[in-house]
């Protein structure tokens, strides 16, 4: 019994310690340095786990902290074009972003290979073709309202009401 209690108290020490971890995550105060391909950059923890399924996500979500290869000033290295990783976070953050050919190209690459589909909608590459629907409505009515913004002309459409009933 004794050494039972020793061993569920071990486990609970360490999933208070994650839980800890997680909400300093959920809090997105925590300034990240990265080194990608020799360009350096700071933002929060919150931007890099924005989109969780991701490569980024993945790496920064503080289970694998430990793992990470870091430079000689202790930022995290990632070894992939840093230009096109500006735009990435760019997108991460938010903003907008105008890229010429080629580099839209890059920065293609860089989303596909991080796992960034947002990148390619943002760009009107994805599988959408760039364009969001939204639809609304309450669920004992019909959809009240259907709408598509389209991400290349940066406008939203209002299209025919969905007959159909929400279930």
Not at 81 to 106: H, K, Y
Not at 124 to 140: I, R, S
Request: overall charge negative.
């Amino acid at each position: 019994v004794v050494a039972a209690r020793a061993h569920l108290a071990s486990q609970l020490a360490q999933v208070e310690a994650e839980r800890a971890m997680m909400q300093r995550m959920v809090d997105g105060g925590e300034v990240i340095e990265l080194n990608v391909g020799g360009h350096l950059y700071t933002t929060q923890r919150a931007t890099l786990t924005s989109q969780p399924q991701s490569v980024l996500g993945v790496m920064f979500s503080g289970r694998w902290e430990d793992g990470l290869t870091r430079d000689s000033a202790g930022r995290v290295f990632i070894d992939r074009d840093g230009e096109a990783f500006g735009a990435v976070l760019a997108v991460l953050r938010r903003e907008s972003i105008q890229p010429t050919a080629d580099m839209e190209r890059r920065v293609l690459e860089l989303a596909d290979f991080l796992g960034l589909q947002c990148v390619a909608e943002v760009l009107g590459k994805g599988p959408g073709g760039g364009k969001l629907y939204a639809v609304g409505g309450l669920p004992q009515s019909h959809m009240a309202r259907c709408e598509m913004f389209d991400a290349t002309t940066k406008i939203w459409t209002t299209l025919p009401d969905m007959p159909t009933p929400r279930r």
